[in-house]
């Protein structure tokens, strides 16, 4: 049975190391809490797509992430999560110019705001020409079209009354940016835990329309940010799982082989 377990540490740690091989390491389940960064356009082999730029002040400094830092500027929408820190719920005001939220008035409401209040991830919108390149046709047109998630999701703009780019029930679900364009947006979650936003933009470069479209996770209050595992937790519960698998099925067919002898 020793022999057994010391081999079946051995082929996952094998596989393991292959994985990161193969996968380019372990990408750690990253969460930015601060500082100034965009979910912006990049146009790649002919293929408009989507990601997160974090401005090089914003990597510099540690603490504008838990559990890990990128590694690069330009991250994957999957391999960093973006903190709604606690330090921005607020209650929904009253009036019914608010009930796009999705929530009723008084009850909590956390933002993304469109200003930089220095307790949460600035988050812009992107078309940086750096990114993307030229020969567009202004605008680029952006939508939501998911969301998973234990609440309400909506963007809009405020001047003395909120004007709603895309609303909770998504019957308003439209904003644009220009060429070159950066622009920032109130973004309202209506409660705490993980949300998984799919956006899509849509623009032309010459008679050519090309779409991008990707899933960005968002992680709302501070337990729930605490709670996102860190990479080390996550191979040790895998290593566990896989060792306590392997040891059961042992003892399962040594206890079934003692049984048949004592039959016989």
């Known amino acids: 049975m020793t022999r057994t377990i010391n081999s079946t540490l051995a082929l996952l740690s094998i596989s393991f190391l292959a994985f990161c091989q193969f996968s380019g390491g372990v990408q750690a389940e990253m969460v930015w809490v601060g500082g100034h960064g965009d979910i912006g ?30 590694s690069t500027g330009e ?23 608010w009930n796009f939220t999705g929530t009723t008035a008084g009850s909590h409401f956390w933002t993304l705001p469109a200003t930089d209040m220095g307790n949460h991830p600035f988050v812009g919108f992107a078309s940086e020409a750096t990114e993307i390149g030229t020969g567009w046709t202004a605008p680029f047109n952006w939508r939501v079209t998911n969301v998973v998630a234990p609440g309400s999701f909506s963007i809009y703009t405020f001047d003395t009354e909120p004007v709603v780019r895309v609303s909770s029930d998504r019957t308003t679900n439209s904003f644009s940016l220009g060429i070159d364009a950066h622009n920032h947006f109130n973004m309202g979650f209506t409660s705490e ?6 956006f899509e933009a849509t623009g032309f470069k010459g008679a050519t329309q090309y779409v991008a479209s990707d899933t960005f996770r968002f992680a709302v209050g501070d337990s729930t ?30 206890s079934k082989r003692m049984t048949s002898k004592e039959e016989i």
Request: glycine share 14%.
């Open 193 to 198: 835990g993980i949300y998984e936003i799919t």
């Open 41 to 70: 356009l990049e146009f790649k082999n002919n293929t408009l797509g989507l990601h997160i730029h974090l401005e090089s002040e914003t990597l510099a400094n540690g603490g504008n992430f838990v559990g890990g830092k990128p």
């Open 75 to 97: 991250v994957e929408p999957g391999d960093l999560i973006i903190g709604v820190p606690s330090a921005r719920r607020t209650t929904r005001p009253a009036g019914t110019q």
């Open 225 to 254: 940010i605490s709670a996102v595992p860190e990479p080390s937790s996550m191979l040790l519960a895998l290593v566990a799982v896989g060792i306590g698998g392997v040891v059961s099925r042992r003892l399962s067919i040594r």
